[in-house]
């Protein structure tokens, strides 16, 4: 093609383009704080999780027993410990877990997002590629995975500690020091969330191409570890912490292509960016790291995806490293000529534009919901209170709630996980004869369930309901679900 096709680049458009498009990203990311800013000390659940953690949180601080032995018992912890100290110290100078949850996982997604672009400068990108990836990545945490934005739960945790790990491998050069203290980070998300492997797999592929040295402290480091932090588990738990994370549930092939599809359809624009970056895959090891990266977190996802309880959560590893991956394919073809209204910019800034168009459309569109959140928010505090003080008055500390944010509020004891046990009795590692002894209307007082229950969860196999049918009667019901009491 002949180069009058190719007048000199419009240095000025391409900086407009680029800064234009930022804003809209940071508009996207600010529009998506506002619901996690407004609920952090607010008493309105957003996720039973966040009782089901609270409550694990306060067994932590007061030294009760942390993992029950699965077998029998209608309380099952699914996760390692350290998220439940983390929160329950933060939760004792608070005061409330549910709140302290909800702002280390605040925090700890937006220092994800430091990570981002701590990462992309150590590995030499430039400050506005470094801006471009952790924004776009900030964008998508409050955007796709909003659900996830400042409620209790240690997902982001994880993220947080084993993305710090790997900035400082990375800003120390694998050197014995940094690559010790980056497993240990790595390490500690790990024991906050298990499920987090896609970035130890894809820094063990790193470590391994950069030196044999660097590879075997790597290794011996985590080995020593992991070592240590068995055998004080061990100590601690004994055998029923390695049958509470082996908890058993339901698969669904159908739910992995439809949530996998899903998320790919969300996350288009900066997959196929990163598709862009394969061919200069090799060579390069911060490219190849991030491709690794990306696909490890993609068949990870997938294959986690149809765990049936599993949720969004699981492509977190995706969009963290898709927006590593896209913020490289940017840098890499930023200075390719593109036509724009009769002038010519760079690749780099017209991308940047169109990511910013395309998150700034995503927060919009979920901006009607957000309103209407907002504009209900306090009389759902004020629904909450009243439910609460229900719980508080009538469950006498003997309460079973399928909103768990209820019962740890209303001060009741922690007598029943109902998602896990109903899926230990569905998968038939429980048999169906405790919920006979469970749902026998006295051992639990009050018992809320979800809203349009008509006395029976979703979460509990047929014997459980008819159970709760015989035993228990509708006696109150709001916004937040059905209250039912003994009926004898």
């Known amino acids: 093609m002949s180069s009058a096709n190719f007048p000199g680049i419009d240095a000025r458009l391409s900086a407009t383009l680029y800064w234009c498009g930022l804003a809209l990203i940071g508009a996207a990311v600010i529009s998506g704080l506002i619901v996690p800013a407004m609920t952090l000390a607010r008493f309105v659940p957003l996720d039973p999780n966040e009782g089901w953690n609270a409550f694990f949180s306060q067994i932590a601080m007061r030294a009760g027993v942390l993992y029950p032995e699965p077998a029998g018992s209608p309380i099952i912890n699914v996760y390692p410990p350290l998220s439940f100290y983390i929160v329950g110290v933060v939760g004792h100078l608070i005061g409330d877990n549910i709140f302290a949850g909800r702002t280390v996982a605040l925090l700890s997604m937006l220092i994800v997002g430091c990570n981002v672009y701590l990462w992309l400068r150590a590995t030499g990108s430039t400050n506005r590629i470094a801006w471009l990836g952790a924004g776009v990545f900030a964008a998508f945490a409050v955007t796709y995975a909003h659900p996830y934005a400042g409620i209790n739960d240690p997902q982001w945790l994880g993220h947080a500690l084993m993305t710090s790990g790997l900035v400082v491998m990375w800003r120390g050069n694998a050197s014995t020091r940094a690559i010790a203290l980056g497993a240990l980070l790595v390490i500690a998300g790990g024991w906050s969330k298990h499920s987090i492997v896609a970035l130890p797999i894809a820094t063990t592929w790193w470590l391994l191409r950069r030196s044999g040295w660097a590879f075997m402290t790597w290794i011996a480091c985590c080995a020593v570890l992991m070592a240590v932090a ?259």
Not at 291 to 303: D, E, F, H, K, Q
Not at 334 to 354: I, K, N
């Open 230 to 488: 068995a055998i004080l588990v061990w100590k601690l738990y004994g055998i029923a912490f390695v049958h509470s994370l082996l908890f058993a549930r339901q698969y669904s092939m159908h739910q992995a292509i439809k949530d996998t599809r899903t998320a790919f359809k969300c996350f288009a624009p900066i997959i196929a960016l990163s598709l862009l970056l394969l061919p200069r895959a090799r060579g390069s090891q911060k490219t190849e790291f991030a491709i690794v990266y990306l696909l490890v977190a993609a068949v990870v996802a997938t294959l986690a995806s149809g765990g049936i309880g599993i949720d969004i959560n699981k492509y977190f590893d995706l969009m963290i490293s898709a927006s590593l991956c896209a913020a490289l394919s940017v840098e890499s073809l930023w200075a390719w000529r593109l036509p724009w209204l009769r002038r010519t910019v760079e690749f780099g800034p017209a991308m940047t534009l169109l990511l910013g168009v395309y998150l700034a459309a995503y927060a919009a569109s979920l901006m009607p919901s957000t309103i209407r959140f907002l504009e209900t928010l306090n009389a759902r505090e004020q629904q909450t209170l009243a439910d609460i003080s229900l719980v508080s008055s009538s469950g006498h500390g003997r309460a079973a709630c399928e909103t768990m944010e209820l019962c740890y509020w209303g001060k009741s004891e922690f007598t029943v996980d109902i998602f896990d046990f109903g899926q230990r009795l569905l998968v038939g590692a429980e048999p169906l004869t405790t919920c006979a002894t469970l749902f026998d209307g006295r051992h639990i007082l009050l018992l809320q369930l979800f809203p349009h229950s008509e006395g029976a969860s979703e979460q509990l196999p047929s014997a459980c309901n008819a159970a709760i049918r015989q035993n228990y009667r509708l006696t109150y019901e709001s916004a937040s679900g059905e209250f039912l009491t003994p009926a004898g």
